[in-house]
């Protein structure tokens, strides 16, 4: 080997070092991936001469991340299927009638049996130092490697920072929303409330509630907001607030359905709609009046009178403004009863056939009169266990809310 080529060799290996320790300190200073491929780029096209190469990574999928010494621009679409499995270096030569034929190799980066990337290289020369007995490709292949594992590394810490944010975020979406519902139910001699909630997800866009309004009148209420998460979560809140602060300054029912329908219009935009059931129940008049807005219609089982569906009231909150009906429901002499209020996410749950539960099996339920005898606790045990019978291997598609009360 003669002293001139002793040197050549040298002179590669020292450009190669520069390389590696300018990559590992863009590395270290932890520089965003953008200027990571910038650097690299610069690192194969001016130091080392390399003549043609594009560096294609897998994301979510595909892209051309670097690309230079061709006149095309190559996409993700150009990529033959077969180029996304290499695990080896392999010659272009072994493909025919493709774009990359202006390259000589395709280089992978990959790890375990998943290639994260493909370099592909042209413009070499046999007699070129730096490729002999292919040390060169090895070096382009060994930088690629480190370039790709620190942007892998990046995308990880990124992706768990990510997931940490968002379950800090249910975490607390979970926490409004326990906050919705009432800490403790009614059970004495003459009043009894019950209910179940069975969320789909961490966070859902069910609420129920039960709010005394005096020692005689207490208002009882579901709904279910269209979406889910933690949108719906925090929607449901302001909500409830809304309620709440309503029902401070007024007995109506309308006035309230009304003000309400506003301000979920007001926050929504149209995007996103309410359906509520909410009523009033007087323990000394024995009265109740209702409003259902474009909810599942409760089920009142009256001892005296028997079954009924109360579906009176208006359409959807959130839809329109002003509501294009509003009616109020009126129920007299009543002091012995079981109203059973739910969600949609009940009916709609399908079965293995891909059958719904419907209102039906409800209804069905609730005529049997020993049903009325029954604890409040034990219907919902019954219905929930009916329900998880009728789904199968099933799962349930949505929150599903059960809420009963009880008097006389």
């Known amino acids: 080997m003669t002293e001139q080529t002793l040197k050549a060799?040298?002179?590669?290996?020292?450009?190669?070092?520069?390389?590696?320790?300018?990559?590992?300190?863009?590395?270290?200073?932890?520089?965003?991936?953008?200027?990571?491929?910038?650097?690299?780029?610069?690192?194969?096209?001016?130091?080392?001469?390399?003549?043609?190469?594009?560096?294609?990574?897998?994301?979510?999928?595909?892209?051309?991340?670097?690309?230079?010494?061709?006149?095309?621009?190559?996409?993700?679409?150009?990529?033959?299927?077969?180029?996304?499995?290499?695990?080896?270096?392999?010659?272009l030569r072994e493909f025919e009638d493709c774009d990359f034929t202006v390259f000589d190799i395709i280089i992978p980066v990959t790890h375990k049996s998943t290639t994260l990337a493909l370099v592909?290289?042209?413009?070499?020369?046999?007699?070129?130092?730096?490729?002999?007995?292919?040390?060169?490709?090895?070096?382009?292949?060994?930088?690629?490697?480190?370039?790709?594992?620190?942007?892998?590394?990046?995308?990880?810490?990124?992706?768990?920072?990510?997931?940490?944010?968002?379950?800090?975020?249910?975490?607390?979406?979970?926490?409004?929303?326990?906050?919705?519902?009432?800490?403790?139910?009614?059970?004495?001699?003459?009043?009894?409330?019950?209910?179940?909630?069975?969320?789909?997800?961490?966070?859902?866009?069910?609420?129920?509630?039960?709010?005394?309004?005096n020692k005689n009148q207490f208002l009882i209420c579901v709904a279910d907001v269209s979406g889910k998460g933690i949108?719906?979560?925090?929607?449901?809140?302001?909500?409830?607030?809304?309620l709440r602060t309503l029902l401070r300054q007024t007995p109506n029912l309308t006035d309230i359905i009304e003000a309400l329908n506003f301000q979920v219009l007001e926050n929504t935009k149209g995007e996103k709609f309410i359906t509520f059931f909410a009523a009033i129940y007087d323990l000394r008049l024995k009265t109740m009046v209702y409003v259902n807005a474009g909810h599942n219609p409760p089920i009142l089982i009256d001892r005296k009178n028997g079954l009924r569906l109360l579906e009176d009231g208006s359409t959807v909150l959130g839809a329109m403004h002003p509501l294009p009906f509003l009616n109020e429901g009126f129920v007299t002499d009543l002091d012995d009863f079981l109203l059973f209020c739910y969600t949609d996410g009940l009916t709609e749950t399908r079965s293995e056939k891909d059958a719904e539960f419907g209102v039906e099996a409800l209804l069905s339920y609730f005529s049997d009169e020993e049903t009325f005898n029954k604890p409040l606790r034990m219907i919902h045990q019954d219905i929930i266990v009916a329900l998880d019978t009728f789904k199968g291997k099933n799962g349930y598609n949505d929150d599903i809310t059960i809420l009963s009360c009880k008097v006389g």
Not at 54 to 77: I, M, N, Q
Not at 176 to 191: G, S
């Open 9 to 91: 060799k040298f002179e590669i290996k020292e450009l190669e070092l520069n390389a590696l320790l300018e990559i590992t300190q863009a590395i270290n200073s932890n520089l965003p991936e953008e200027s990571l491929y910038k650097i690299y780029n610069f690192t194969l096209r001016s130091n080392l001469n390399i003549q043609k190469l594009a560096l294609f990574v897998l994301d979510d999928e595909w892209s051309c991340k670097v690309s230079f010494g061709t006149k095309k621009h190559f996409h993700r679409a150009d990529l033959l299927p077969a180029f996304k499995t290499i695990q080896d270096i392999t010659h």
């Open 120 to 213: 592909f290289v042209g413009g070499l020369e046999k007699d070129d130092l730096r490729y002999e007995n292919e040390d060169g490709i090895k070096f382009i292949q060994a930088l690629s490697n480190i370039i790709i594992v620190a942007i892998e590394n990046k995308k990880l810490v990124r992706k768990q920072l990510e997931q940490e944010s968002f379950r800090k975020e249910l975490e607390i979406a979970s926490d409004v929303q326990q906050f919705l519902f009432p800490d403790k139910l009614p059970n004495t001699e003459l009043l009894k409330v019950e209910a179940s909630y069975l969320p789909h997800d961490m966070v859902g866009g069910d609420y129920y509630d039960y709010i005394p309004i």
């Open 231 to 242: 949108p719906a979560a925090l929607m449901m809140s302001n909500f409830q607030a809304s």
